[in-house]
Antibody, heavy 122, light 110 residues
């Protein structure tokens, strides 16, 4: 059974870089899926951030591309997110998920991690 | 790019059917059969309920079904149960290696 678990600081100061890691268990990160990040501001909807393949192929949401870096560590079966120059508008629950791609298109997310709230505040 | 359009709320009584719509354009919902639906209970992570317009993952009750007509996709929940009360989000591939979610619909079981 695939399980994902996010970890990282729950509080980040404005203008700093948010860093999160997603540990994958019960499934090898090398086994043919992409792995992605999605965020949800409190009381609001979902926003896809980006996805990465074990080979390092990466897709980013164009609206966040300039501030996002996603990386993968196959030896630890985990992947990571960095979001730079954060503001209060970046306060959200961040989820990691396994991502299905078809012909280079992201098409669904399953399963999801439980999510971690990151607050941007001084 | 704007989120896909969903009604903010929907409701039905136990045993009834309710349909939630997700409207996009010919460049996203209407252009690809890559619409998915997610159920999110309060304080929980989203759960995949429908993928590629009408396919159900293993373990999802067959009371949940998906369809698409033109630029609008729909999720229908038949035989409503109290446990179906949740927020529901659609998503669609929108071109240029990008994916969008709908704004979400709060389903209330009366």
């Amino acid at each position: 059974q695939v399980q994902l678990q996010e970890s990282g600081p729950g509080l980040v100061k404005p203008s700093e870089t948010l860093s999160l890691t997603c540990a994958v268990s019960g499934y090898s990160i090398n086994s043919g899926y992409y792995w992605g990040w999605i965020r949800q501001p409190p009381g609001k909807g979902l926003e896809w951030i980006g996805s990465i393949y074990h080979s390092g192929n990466i897709y980013y949401n164009p609206s966040l591309k300039s501030r996002v870096t996603i990386s993968v560590d196959t030896s630890k079966n985990q992947f990571s997110l960095k979001l730079s120059s954060v503001t209060a508008a970046d306060t959200a629950v961040f989820y990691c998920a396994r991502v299905r791609y078809s012909y280079g298109y992201p098409i669904w997310f399953d399963p999801w991690g439980q999510g971690t709230l990151v607050t941007v505040s001084s | 790019q704007s989120a896909l359009t969903q009604p903010p709320s929907a409701s039905g009584s136990p045993g009834q059917s309710v349909t939630i719509s997700c409207t996009g354009t010919s460049s996203d919902v209407g252009g690809y059969n890559y619409v998915s639906w997610y159920q999110q209970r309060p304080g929980k992570a989203p759960k995949l309920m429908i993928y590629e317009v009408s396919y159900r993952p293993s373990g999802v009750p067959d009371r949940f079904s998906g369809s698409k007509s033109g630029n609008t996709a729909s999720l229908t929940v038949s035989g409503l149960q109290a446990e179906d009360e949740a927020d529901y989000y659609c998503s669609s591939y929108v071109g240029s290696n990008n994916l969008l979610f709908g704004g979400g619909t709060k389903l209330t079981v009366l």
